[in-house]
């Protein structure tokens, strides 16, 4: 065996070389409150080397660790101290070095009972968690019940329990050290993000009694609320209680003045002056809401340990910006510590953390945010329940184009099927709607008008909450908290800018969504879907006369009648965008998503056309596809009915004269959708100037726009060089991107996503986060051609990855000018934004 001396300790001083990096971030904590001046007790660091050699059964000289029970109550704690705090660690150990003779000189000072607690809660503890004795044996209690535990650990282990503080020690180290070493907690730290390898150091600290004559007990003290993150005194605070050491007359107290009970600021007022004091100094000097653990000897304080508070999202956000407010840290330093993907929970109602949740089942989180309302199983009964003035939500198996107005009038929505770019999805997000999809466990049946679920059956109007953050279902109404566009969110989102990065712009097809935008400060809109126009139940009716039309001619007339439609469209999103950017996507999707599915639709479709039913039913099976996603939509479309494009580009013009002339100049930019040649672009682009052409003339003004590309097909990212040539910007749309180049329907993926995920076929759902090795390589291959041929040209991504911060970072450094999301999504975009800029200045990398 290897016999060098590994006994290393340090005691933690002001000037000791104790680092994070070797003796792990308590020992480093403990070091600042030490620096401080706090009355921290003796405190010694275990570097990460001798507790890695410990668990590799190198030997321990106990001489080398008798001193740490020299100088002060003669019991130390272990604590475990990993690089950093989340990643845990195994349980502390406390009272370690009680043994007979220690125990009779306690029972003079504080009192047979008390040191009895001490013991017996050491030779427990000792026995379960060191020895791995069966704890059976070990739940004494009562009468007699330290020697009879002293007994059961002779009669195990055929020896005497321990006496030698020191070996104590020594058996307390080596087993924590093993516990990090072992399967189940490397898993666990792991799941928090750390190396499988990663080093433990442990403190072994001096204890203060918290048991024995005048005000003595342990407790916690933290000075924010942990949900709110708002100034408020929170934690608890135990009489003589001296960790699992109980003795007699232990009392809860509250901690501030309380009328339900005695409180530690009236009975003690001066040790809670102190605490409050240590509390301002820990903030301030550790730069971080922290929690303080503490024990009061007959009055005296001793800080035995600070921890970062826990927090929820609102508190999160609360708590950086008051940092940063009052100087201790710098504003890009705030904005660091905001994850971008909380600042969702502050935009939507919530699900309080602390309340009692009753969940029923879960599905795919698609649209944050929580909601209560009544379940609704058709559209029909939604807009029913909103004319009644009641909260409903909306439960499909999954939603259809005809079923927004239904979404409008829910506030969640549930689907039994459909991933994160489903239909359901991506209307939710554009709404702000919290919504879940691919609920497999739900089962809708609409004949019966119910929901199982969980194995429990809901009726239609039963009470429901969605939680769009979690996508749990949960039964009845949760409690929940109000959004939190406080002050501080709009002090972050104000940095956030101040920090540059990458653009930030919003996916808009109404005035609605382009308020939104505006509120959350876009710069502009990257993508409006205009075929959201034309759902509309006024607008129905000529879409459709439209799709039936014979001939070219017809199809113009009824396309004349949604024209002004358009044109009021566009000019109510320019007058509210007030000369910020629109980028306005020319028409996308297959046209039978404007037909009636079922009987009683093409009923009264054939009598509203005055046709015969037969007549309505072939056209509409005329106009089905086998696979409509990779069929008759987009470009397609746009050069095989010409007429639809023609329409837009007209009405397009007309709002951009109308708006320019009431306010700021207005510069359209005009996006086809779906192109996979670069002849369908010209063919388009001739029209589109032709379109121009006459409307300046009719109108005797001037105005210019900008012509742009969606690229969406892999041979659009591949042609991002030619396209480029005819494009004045080019938007990656990443969701048909993704659709395309996993070969992968974005409705039916969420059937086996979940497993898919789960078995780590695919490390995230690729239409949630960008898949960087497959799509993303088209991605930089399409910047990298469409640079070269057009160095100018504007890049954006409009696809749902537009709103993600891990895809926004990948954007940001490809070179994208902007990325576009759904409105409610600014915010976190922002967020992104500046993070991905300040890292890269952090780095040294030019932004
Ligand atoms: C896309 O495909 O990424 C996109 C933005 O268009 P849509 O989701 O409307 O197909
Ligand atoms: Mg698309």
Sequence with gaps: MDMRDITETTRITPSAGVTRDRHGWRAKCLQRLVRMDLPVPLSFALPCETVGAIAAGRHLRLEALRHVFEAGSGLVSVRPSALMPEWGGPGTVLNVGINDTLHARLCDVIGRDSADAIYLSFVQSYAINIARLDP??????????????????????????????????????????????????RLLRQAKGAPADAPLGLVVQDMALALGPGL?????????????????????????????????????????????????????????????????????????????????????????????????????????????????????????????????????HQVDPRAPRDLITRGINASPGA??????????????????????????????????????????????????????????????????????????????????????????????????????????????????????????????????????????????????????????????????MFFDAERLPAMREMIFADSADDRRLALARILPMQRQDFTQLFEIMAGLPVTIRLFDPPLH??????????????????????????????????????????????????????????????????????????????????????????????????????????????????????????????????????????????????????GLSRDDAGRFMGTYVAQGVYSEDPFHVLDQDGVGELLLTGVQRARRQAPGITISVCGEHGGNPESIAFCHEAGFDYVSCSPFRVPIARLAAAQSAIRARLSGVED
Aim: glycine content about 10%.
């Design 216 to 348: 003595c007990g342990s407790g916690t003290i933290q000075f924010v609320d942990p949900v709110t993150g708002n100034p408020r005194v929170t934690g608890r605070f135990r009489g003589q209680s001296h960790g699992a050491a109980v003795g007699t007359g232990a009392e809860t107290l509250y901690l501030t003045h309380d009328e339900r009970g005695p409180s530690l600021q009236d009975i003690a007022p001066e040790t809670f002056a102190d605490l409050i004091r240590f509390g301002i100094a820990a903030r301030e000097r550790l730069r971080e809401e922290m929690q303080i653990e503490f024990v009061v000897t007959g009055g005296r304080i001793s800080v035995i340990d600070a921890t970062r508070v826990v927090r929820g999202s609102r508190a999160g956000v609360r708590i950086a910006v008051s940092l940063a407010r009052d100087g201790i840290i710098p504003a890009e330093e705030a904005l660091m510590r905001v994850e971008p993907r909380a600042l969702a929970d502050l935009l939507h």
């Design 136 to 185: 059976d044996m070990f739940a004494q209690e009562g009468k007699d019940a330290l020697p009879r535990a002293l007994r059961a650990f002779e009669a195990e282990t055929d020896e005497p329990f321990p006496q030698d503080p020191a070996q104590q020690l020594a058996e307390v180290l080596r087993s924590m050290a093993r516990a990090w070493d072992g399967p189940t907690a």
């Design 371 to 532: 909601a209560t309302g009544r379940i609704v199983l058709t559209a029909a009964a939604a807009q029913a329940a909103n004319a009644r003035g009641e909260p409903c939500i909306l439960v499909r198996r999954e939603t259809v184009p005809e079923d927004i107005r239904g979404m409008h009038a829910s506030v969640g929505v549930l689907t039994e099927r459909g991933g994160t770019t489903s239909h359901a999805a991506v209307i939710a997000r554009g709404l702000g709607l919290p919504c879940i999809v691919g609920a497999t466990g739900i089962r809708v049946d609409l004949r019966n008008r119910t929901l199982t679920a969980g194995g429990r059956e809901l009726r239609e109007g039963d009470e429901i909450t969605i939680d769009g953050s979690s996508g749990e279902v949960l039964a009845g109404a949760a409690a929940l908290l109000p959004p939190a566009l406080d002050d501080n969110f709009t002090q972050l989102l104000d940095w956030a800018s101040q920090a540059g990065g990458i653009g930030v712009r919003a996916n808009a097809d109404t005035p609605e969504d382009a308020l939104t935008a505006r509120r959350f400060e876009a710069q502009g809109i990257g993508l409006c879907r205009t075929e959201h």
């Design 593 to 742: 998503e404007f037909l009636p599915h079922d009987r009683e639709g093409l009923r009264e479709l054939a009598e509203s056309m005055d046709l015969p039913l037969s007549d309505v039913t072939r056209r509409v099976e005329a106009l089905s596809e086998f696979n409509p996603m990779l069929g008759m939509r987009g470009v397609r479309l746009g050069i095989t009915m010409p007429e639809i494009y023609d329409m837009q580009a007209r009405a397009i013009f007309e709002a951009t004269v109308d708006a320019s002339r009431k306010g700021d100049p207005v510069v359209p930019e005009i996006m086809i959708p779906l192109v996979s040649a670069m002849r369908e672009v010209e063919l388009v682009k001739n029209r589109v100037d032709a379109v121009a052409a006459a409307v300046r003339n009719e109108r005797r003004t001037d105005f210019t726009y900008k012509l742009g590309v969606m690229v969406e097909t892999p041979r659009a990212a591949l042609r991002a060089g030619d396209i480029a040539a005819h494009s004045a910007f080019l938007s990656f749309g990443t969701n048909d991107l993704t659709q395309m180049t996993y």
